[in-house]
């Protein structure tokens, strides 16, 4: 059974891995190799271009909306050159390099692979730099720290920590932050509903046991990594994320700290800036752009001024 996908020029042969198989395949949707247990995939063996099944055959958006980018609409982008070769993008948001599908912005230069192109922000927080979103869990390059503190994400310990990021949505920005490095006041004791007994106070670091397994959230029960800050009771052991234990008043945290922006005369100014810094550079663009247009046209007008000499010629022979 054969397809043909859209991101192939030539129609996929649908492959069954054999167990004996040294062949290596790398889904270009996914990149995940696929063996004889990961069940069937579409290829051209002539190209060594693959799609697990599933990839291949899930719907993926044309052009979506993301807040990441809410200036233009991001364009589906499988990621190849014109010979079909597989090109190396560098993601806006979680800065690691991919070959696989992408969402592009060719006027701004920024990307969203396809996992961050699915995250959905929790708040948004507005500063007189940047205008960062929340996010539960972003995955972070192992080359990626936090903006404010410099400690990685936690990624290179344990891909599965929930760790709610800020990241800016300003482009080329990078800027990236934990939630507790945010420049919102955060509470010195809160309460909290799984634990009613005593407050939990704001604490660097909570480290239990020794083994990196043993950390997790009194709260919300996932893993937490024991070097960033917790809401924590020593008397009855209890830990928990940062964004747990203030999750509920953070929406008026955020508010106060935007109003006090405000009354210091510190609003919003990053886009503004943004577009002022790269409107010389795109009416240069559009400059050279209409040069070359009027270039082109006189090229046409030569040759079909030749193309009536031409004509002309032939008659009178």
């Not at 059974?1 to 790398?26: C, G, R, W």
């Not at 233009?72 to 948001?93: A, E, V």
């Not at 008043?249 to 935007?258: D, G, K, M, R, V």
Request: hydrophobic residues 30%; glycine residues 6%; aromatic residues 10%.
């Amino acid at each position: 059974m054969d397809i043909q996908h859209f991101s192939h020029e030539h129609p996929l042969v649908l492959i069954q891995p054999a167990n004996n198989t040294s062949t290596s395949y790398k889904c270009h949707v996914c990149i995940r190799g696929s063996g004889p247990e990961a069940g069937p995939l579409y290829g051209c063996e002539d190209c060594h271009f693959y799609l697990h099944k599933p990839c291949a055959e899930r719907q993926l958006a044309p052009q979506i909306e993301h807040p990441l980018h809410p200036s233009h609409p991001l364009i589906l982008n499988p990621g190849l050159d014109g010979d079909g070769s597989c090109r190396t993008y560098w993601c806006s948001c979680c800065r690691k390099n991919y070959t696989n599908f992408s969402y592009h912005c060719s006027e701004c230069d920024y990307n969203l692979d396809l996992e961050c192109a699915a995250l959905v922000p929790t708040l948004k927080l507005r500063d007189p730099i940047h205008l960062l979103f929340l996010f539960e869990k972003v995955g972070f390059s192992v080359d990626a720290w936090c903006s404010v503190c410099g400690e990685d994400f936690g990624v290179g310990a344990d891909s599965e920590i929930l760790s709610h990021t800020f990241v800016c949505a300003i482009p080329q920005c990078g800027h990236a932050l934990h939630l507790h490095c945010a420049p919102i006041t955060l509470p010195e004791t809160v309460r909290h509903e799984n634990h009613n007994f005593h407050d939990l106070v704001y604490t660097k670091a909570v480290a239990e046991g020794g083994y990196w397994d043993g950390h997790y959230c009194d709260a919300c029960e996932q893993k937490r990594a024991p070097y960033l800050p917790v809401y924590y009771c020593k008397e009855c052991n209890f830990a928990c994320h940062v964004f747990c234990g203030i999750s509920k008043e953070l929406p008026s945290l955020i508010e106060a700290y935007e109003n006090d922006c405000l009354q210091r005369g510190a609003s919003l100014e990053a886009w503004l800036r943004y577009y002022e810094d790269k409107l010389p550079r795109l009416r240069s663009k559009k400059e050279r752009t209409e040069t070359k247009l009027k270039e082109i046209r006189q090229e046409i007008e030569a040759l079909e001024e030749e193309r009536v000499l031409y004509e002309i010629s032939k008659l009178l022979r």
